[in-house]
């Protein structure tokens, strides 16, 4: 028969619009009348005289239809009249509500109708799940009722037993989505309210609300339940589950020295999550020594996902609270107050935390523009030139600066977001350290900017950057001294370690552009002379200071030519008496002769005609 699903499909068509949801069934079911032969022109006494009965139900199961069609519509008259009221100044009152109610109690009076008749199952002919479900909507329907009447206790008896039905079909049937949305969407929070009403403390979780309130007298019930799903309405096991949940769930939750009592199960849940997640997350960080940026960053995701779960829980209690008017002085409207700023607090710091992962090591302060994605380091131990970094371009490494420069600017806006949180204006000594982690925030941004300068030849304006950084880490060093356990995961906390790293890379940073940008002033001032000679090697200039640079191009001559090399005369003087010159013989052997003809009287020799260059030598 799938009654639940008749249901469900036919208010999905209408996209939760009540008043188009009636429109719908009002054709619907004229359909059915024509359908089953039944004359519409005689409507009230069609109701008290031709109920449906079982037998008809085993004869078509249209009358199931007619049935859950005539209930569904009453209901979304109720529903389309109260949307409608809704912004009425004194709320829904008088006459209006009566006429919501009768409705109600009308679609009500139907589903326990179709209820009855399907349970006489002999002349029905219906399955024992068409039972089940038929109590389920129900148990809905007669829920609603009570919620307007505010008759609470029977409002929750009537919702639990939908609950427990749900919760058993959920599990042994293959389509539980359609359960399970229910639950979610209408029964639970249905359920929550009541409880509250009932002033039921908010630790209590729905399960264990709705397994109290059960109905155990109806044995039908219980023996289908129980056969479907066990667990639904096993009660010591129930309540040992419940005792092992408040015993694990954390009761009360820090905040700046304060401690404070969690008011409500949602947030406690949440928070147990956020506790676990921090715990794995510290241990990821821990063993793992060297692992990507990137990939870090995605074991973020666990604590970001339950901290904003246990910002949702507490918002929503807050707004629960408020929607009951529970004065802002009232001790429950307090802590969720500060139980609101812990959560939030907690939130933003691990975002700020992603974000420092994601800037890489030392939050992005050193000169690294190299990217490892996990890809790129398997294809470099591929290549095998660890060694050699590629070198990036130009245009790769303003990007990742620019990069870096975004992700500082999202901590930025997370640190104004922290301090604007409800009681932390207040907290001095919480604003002053924000501020000086805002400080070294901004001072990595600067850095980061002046490191695009510097790239693109702008040095002045790098170092002004780079002096404005340094001051500012000055300033934020004697705030931000408590210290952070070594290898913990990043968050909004950052070390003393952190700021002494900036500060001794900013100062060096300073002086090295200090002295780049004199250079330049000085080359500026006194521009060098053109080069001399461009063609002389380096070798023969090695006297000269290179202020226009060394062309590496032209160190030495090569191949070299051979030049011509000044010798001493005066070794040629001494090779002059052995070597026989062609000129120098005949002059000697003449001179002989002459002696010879001038006779044997020895006459000193003549100054000779040859002689060395200094005279000597002979
Ligand atoms: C609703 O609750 C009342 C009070 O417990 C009970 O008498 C009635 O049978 C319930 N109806 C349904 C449909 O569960």
């Known amino acids: 028969m799938d009654i639940t699903k008749f249901v469900v499909s036919g208010r999905a068509q209408a996209f939760g619009d009540n008043a188009v949801y009636r429109g719908q069934l009002s054709r619907r079911l004229l359909k059915s009348r024509k359908t089953l032969g039944i004359a519409t022109r005689n409507r009230g006494k069609y109701q008290k005289k031709d109920e449906v009965t079982a ?243 995605g074991a973020y995701d666990d604590i970001l996902t339950a901290t904003q779960d246990a910002v949702d829980a507490t918002k929503q209690a807050l707004d629960e609270l408020r929607g009951e008017n529970v004065p802002q002085t009232d001790p429950r409207m307090q802590s969720l107050q500060i139980t609101r700023t812990a959560v939030n607090f907690e939130m933003i710091s691990w975002r700020v935390g992603r974000n420092r992962v994601l800037t890489g090591p030392h939050d992005g302060a050193l000169e690294d523009y190299a990217e490892l994605s996990k890809r790129e380091l398997k294809k470099r131990a591929k290549a095998k030139d660890e060694n050699k970094p590629r070198e990036m371009k130009l245009k790769q490494k303003l990007n990742k600066l620019k990069e870096r420069v975004a992700l500082y600017d999202g901590a930025l806006q997370n640190l104004e977001e922290a301090k604007a949180l409800p009681g932390v204006p207040a907290d001095e000594e919480l604003t002053q350290r924000l501020e000086a982690t805002e400080k070294y925030f901004t001072a990595l941004k600067a850095l980061s900017i002046a490191r695009s300068h510097a790239l693109t030849g702008n040095r002045r304006n790098a170092l002004a950057l780079l002096a404005h950084a340094h001051t500012l880490v000055q300033t934020s060093t004697p705030i931000l001294t408590s210290p952070t356990t070594p290898n913990s995961p990043l968050n909004i906390q950052v070390s003393p370690t952190d700021l002494s790293f900036l500060e001794s890379l900013l100062d060096g940073q300073v002086q090295r552009f200090r002295a780049l940008v004199h250079i330049e002033k000085k080359l500026e001032e006194n521009p060098p002379k053109s080069r001399v000679h461009p063609s002389v090697p380096l070798i023969d200039r090695l006297h000269e200071w290179p202020a226009e640079g060394v062309d590496l191009e032209n160190l030495v001559e090569w191949p070299p030519k051979l030049p011509l090399i000044p010798g001493k005369p005066i070794f040629l003087d001494v090779a002059w008496n052995y070597i026989d010159y062609p000129g120098r013989r005949t002059e000697e052997v003449e001179e002989k002769k002459e002696e010879e003809e001038k006779g044997e009287a020895a006459k000193p020799a003549p100054a000779p005609q040859k002689r060395g260059w200094f005279g000597f030598g002979r």
């Open 55 to 297: 037998e008809q139900i085993r004869e078509n199961p249209e009358y199931v239809r007619l049935l859950l069609l005539t209930s569904e519509r009453a209901w979304a008259h109720a529903m389309s009249m109260r949307t409608a009221h809704m912004a009425d100044a004194k709320g829904i009152a008088g006459r209006t509500r009566s006429h919501i109610i009768s409705r109600i109690e009308k679609a009500a009076h139907t589903a326990e109708h179709l209820v009855s008749i399907l349970s006489d199952s002999e002349d029905s002919g219906a399955k024992s799940t068409d039972i089940l479900e038929a109590f389920a909507y129900a148990g809905m329907m007669r829920g609603a009722a009570n919620f307007e009447k505010q008759s609470w206790e029977k409002c929750l008896k009537n919702y639990s037993v939908s609950h427990a039905i749900y919760s058993a079909l959920k599990t042994s049937s293959a389509d539980g989505e359609t359960y399970k949305d229910l639950l979610s969407e209408i029964i639970d929070p249905s359920i929550q309210f009541a409880a509250y009403q009932l002033k039921t403390p908010r630790t209590v979780p729905v399960h264990i609300i709705a397994r109290k309130a059960f109905p155990t007298s109806n044995s039908f019930l219980v023996d289908e339940i129980n056969e479907r799903d066990p667990s639904v309405l096993r009660q010591e096991d129930a309540e040992s589950k419940q005792e092992a949940g408040v015993e694990d769930v954390p009761k009360t939750l820090a905040w700046r020295s304060r401690e404070v009592r969690i008011e409500d199960a949602a947030i406690a849940l949440a928070w147990k999550a956020t506790l676990a997640a921090k715990e794995a997350l510290t241990s990821k960080v821990a063993s793992s020594g060297s692992i990507v940026p990137k990939e870090l960053a």
